[in-house]
Structures are given as C-alpha cells and as structure tokens.
C-alpha cells in the first residue's frame, strides 16, 4: 500500500506510564501533525491528575504540539491505517518529560563522546484467557515447555497471529518461544541503533497486545501478574559502536577480551542501579518479580555468560559482544529503560568507575554482594531521588515529574493493600485494576 492510500493515520507517542497515546488523522490533514495537552504528563493509570512538576497543571493545561515525518509513516495492523511515532514539542522545544527526548539526549551524549549506542530488546509477556467471572486466568496451555514451539505450547493461535502480523509489516523479530511457564513467551526483536530499537519494540508491543485482544485474549507484560509464576522481563543488550565501526566492548588482549570501556559501563551499571531501579522496574508490582532466586537481576552483580547476574556478559568477542541487563521489566518504557542504562552506563565511563569482579556463586539466594535493588517501590524512589549525578544526567524536570507519578502511585497501592511485606506474595486487587489492563 502507498502512503497515499492510506484513510488515516494513527500517530503514536510513548508516554511516562508505558502507554501508547496518540489520535487518529485523515491522510489528508497529517501532514500538519496534532497537538496533545502537556498535563497528559500529570496522569496516573487510575487517570487521576495533580500539580506534577512541568505539566501546566496549573498553568491552564497547555497543549503541546506532536509533529512526524510523513515518509515516517508505515503500514498498521488496522486496514487502511498508517502508523507512525510522533515528537512532542512546546514552544518549539522538545517536551522534556517525554520518553523520546530523553533517550534521544541520551544518545547524543554517547554521540559526542565519538560512540552510536546499538541496542537489543528482549521481552516476556503472558498471555492471558477470560475467566467466567469476567476477569484474567493463565493461559491453558498444558502442553507448553520451556522453549516450546508450536500449538501445544499456544493452543488459541495467538501468539502465531502475533507472529504473522508482524511478519507481514515488517517487524524485524528475531525470535518467538515459549518461555519458562505455560502461557508465557519471550519474543525477541534485532539489534538496531538505540532510538530504531526502542521504537520498533514500543509499536511491536503496541500491536502485540492490540491482535492478541482480537482474539479475545489478554497479552500482558507485567512484571509478575501470576504469583505463582516467574516474572516478565524486559532485557537491555547494549554494545557501542566506534568510528571505525567496530564494537567497543571488545579488547582482545585482556585476559576476557572486554575493553575498559566495557567494565566502565558494567560499573556504571552497577553503581547506579538503585536509581535506574525506579526507570527500569516501575510499579509496585515490579518488585514482586525482583526478588532472590528469581533469576530477575536482583543483586548487584555481573557475569560472564551467568543468567542469575543483573549484568551478564555472552561468551562471544566479535561484532556480538554484549551487555545484557537484566533489570528492566515489561512495565517499563523501552525508551526510559535503554536510557537508564545508557545514562548509568556513560557515567560509568566518565567516572572510570572500578569494575568488580565477576560473579562466580550460582546468586540464587545468595551472591558474592549483599547489596540488591530496592525492596519495593517507594525505596527505588528514593534512591533515584539521592542519585543526584543520575538525575542531572538523565533529565532533571522528567526525575520531577516521574517522581511526583510514581510517589502517589506508591502511596495508593499501601492504601489499598496495607504493608508492602503483607502482600508481596499476592496479586492483589488493586493490582488487577490498575495494572493489568494496561500493560
């Protein structure tokens, strides 16, 4: 189909709570882009809004305008609907709060440093069936295994409908299986610069969620919606590209092959894990899956070619060299996530912040460091809150703003649900309401 057969096109934008927001437009008028209202930033998942910081809440609620590339535009998974990714602007300057500025100062600042950020994305989702009381139940798939393949492992067809939809739009994935537990699945998308990447993988998912609901299914990304099973992750593999094009985490004559740029940024990682914590693992729920023993990057470790570390290292020294952080959960915005470990990873760099040594236990329940993420939300909060040199690397009115979102989030799942120690082994109610529709 060419762009000009198009009836309307759907422009997209990724927003602080990892939601797809947007309007539909006539062909014919897209060309003007749209406008959105700033204060979209002030909402929670309930839609509740308050004076979060550099929202205009309680400056009028100013609009703030959304343009594109028309050649931007590509085939949708609705019939004779475009699709493409908007950037948000006020008073001719990017919106600060909004994902896409911050990865895209992230990048740059690699940039200036002489490096192009490349980046791969893998995600886990669960898919979900109706119960006969009008809510979610596992997935029935009794046949399902690890790695599985085929209709045992996805009786309902609809993760093949995932597949071939993607397949017929271009989607550039890399892998579909079954993951550890029945109904779950990890699909993974090719490695691209950071920006490409994180925008592939936010329509993907988009799409996902939106061809699995036609089939009358529920995909989820949740951290860790059944608590009897392991969680979603959403895995950040990071590898810089030099001048020269060859990949910068690779130096042959060490004893390891990795480059000392390459144990900067796992320190960086490290060091600054507390802070991406509140990025990476956004919700209560999160940290219900960031847990020991969860093989979820709870300590503070890494490893060579090790799942149970939060930053494992693969085996191979070639163009494939990566690191893989583990952190990150399908609750967290892909663009926000590559960003926090783009961010940490550059500060580690520029600190030249000593690496430590691998992780060599099986860091189940216990590790070579006693040091971990945050307990729980409101923790990963404050510790994003202390990490100063983080916060003014990454943004400091968009720390402001999630802030002031996720402090009143936090605040509303104690109310609801009482202590955090009480239900930590629950999915509880209010996580069903507020979560699970929407990631």
């Not at 090719?190 to 920006?195: G, K, T």
């Not at 969680?231 to 990071?238: A, E, Q």
Request: hydrophobic share 40%; glycine share 8%; aromatic share 8%.
């Amino acid at each position: 189909m060419g762009t000009d057969e198009y009836r309307r096109v759907r422009v997209l934008w990724p927003d602080h709570l990892n939601l797809a927001r947007g309007k539909y437009l006539p062909y014919r008028l897209a060309e003007r882009g749209t406008r959105h209202c700033l204060t979209v930033f002030s909402l929670e998942y309930d839609r509740d809004m308050s004076p979060v910081p550099g929202t205009g809440f309680l400056e009028g609620m100013p609009d703030m305008y959304c343009h594109f590339d028309m050649s931007e535009i590509r085939p949708g998974w609705e019939d004779g609907v475009g699709v493409v990714i908007g950037d948000l602007e006020r008073n001719g300057e990017p919106v600060p709060l909004a994902p896409r500025t911050v990865l895209r100062n992230a990048v740059s600042a690699w940039e200036s440093m002489g490096f192009k950020p490349k980046v791969g994305i893998e995600l886990e989702a669960y898919v979900m069936e109706p119960d006969p009381d009008g809510g979610w139940r596992p997935y029935n798939a009794p046949g399902s295994m690890v790695y599985g393949t085929g209709v045992r492992t996805d009786p309902a067809g609809v993760v093949q409908a995932i597949d071939e939809t993607a397949d017929r739009l271009g989607f550039r994935v890399e892998s579909i299986n079954g993951e550890f537990d029945m109904g779950q699945f990890e699909l993974t998308l090719e490695f691209d610069d950071a920006m490409a990447c994180a925008d592939e993988v936010f329509l993907f998912r988009t799409m996902a969620m939106e061809v699995a609901a036609q089939k009358g299914h529920l995909l989820t990304f949740m951290p860790r919606p059944i608590p009897e099973y392991g969680g979603n992750g959403l895995h950040v593999n990071l590898s810089l590209e030099d001048s020269s094009g060859n990949n910068a985490m690779v130096d042959l004559s060490t004893p390891d092959g990795l480059s000392a740029i390459a144990k900067f940024c796992i320190a960086g990682q490290l060091h600054h894990m507390s802070a991406m914590a509140a990025l990476c693992a956004p919700t209560a729920n999160s940290y219900k899956r960031l847990l020991p023993g969860q093989i979820s990057g709870y300590w503070k470790n890494w490893g060579h070619d090790h799942r149970s570390a939060t930053v494992r290292v693969n085996l191979e020294r070639d163009a494939s060299t990566r690191l893989e952080n583990r952190m990150p959960d399908g609750a967290a915005s892909t663009h926000s996530a590559i960003a926090a470990v783009l961010t940490a990873s550059r500060l580690g760099v520029e600190a030249s912040l000593p690496c430590p040594d691998p992780e060599t236990g099986d860091a189940l329940e216990t590790a070579c460091t006693e040091e971990h993420t945050p307990d729980h939300l409101g923790a990963a909060i404050e510790a994003l809150q202390a990490d100063e040199k983080f916060t003014d690397a990454i943004g400091p009115e968009m720390v402001a703003q999630y802030i002031a979102i996720k402090e009143a989030e936090w605040a509303k799942y104690l109310a609801a649900n009482g202590s955090w120690e009480e239900t930590i082994g629950a999915f509880t109610e209010w996580e069903k309401q507020t979560y699970l529709p929407y990631l």
